[in-house]
């Protein structure tokens, strides 16, 4: 797989005994379906050790701004959502494998922002209803079979939830 920010080839590394891709060219780290799987278990190091990793690889000049595509569909543009009450953090979401991308920083940010269990609670709450509201996913829903899509993206939305607990446990 390949950075998309930048195109360079994506670093497997092993955090807590779970591989996560990281782009040593801009602090960027994907995070596939199955890997969010295992991070549900609140292990709190992990998010940890990653974050003061990928802070090491401080990216050159990146438009943040600029749509990108999943590193692991390709073709498909991942969708960007804002994952704050104060729409102060947004991520990258594949709505094709369900796959986040967090670019320099995010990771560290979605850290510190929500100290409490109810920041956290909030902040999943306004997420899920935020990609469920968003024009953007409206349309993708009008393109595949409802019920299906439907399911499948409650079960990403509840991955990115359990993603947020793990790193603020
Ligand atoms: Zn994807």
Not at 35 to 51: C, N, S, T
Not at 59 to 77: E, F, G, N, V
Not at 87 to 93: L, R, V
Request: hydrophobic share 35%.
């Amino acid at each position: 797989m390949r950075c998309p920010r930048t195109g360079t080839p994506l670093k497997a590394v092993k955090v807590g005994g779970i591989t996560v891709d990281i782009s040593t060219a801009c602090g960027g780290v994907f995070f596939d379906h199955l890997e969010l799987q295992h991070f549900d278990e609140k292990h709190e190091q992990r998010g940890q050790v990653l974050a003061d990793h990928l802070k090491q690889f401080i990216p050159m000049k990146i438009d943040l701004s600029q749509r990108i595509r999943c590193p692991k569909c390709i073709k498909i543009t991942m969708q960007r959502h804002f994952y704050s009450p104060k729409n102060i953090i947004e991520i990258d979401e594949c709505p094709g494998c369900g796959g986040l991308w967090l670019d320099y920083g995010e990771l560290e940010k979605i850290r510190t922002l929500f100290p409490t269990k109810a920041d956290r609670d909030n902040a999943a709450k306004e997420f899920e209803e935020n990609i469920l509201h968003s024009s953007e996913y409206r349309d993708h829903m009008q393109h595949l079979e409802a019920k299906e899509a439907m399911a499948k993206r409650i079960k990403n939305i509840k991955q990115v939830n359990s993603f947020l607990y793990l790193f603020n446990p």
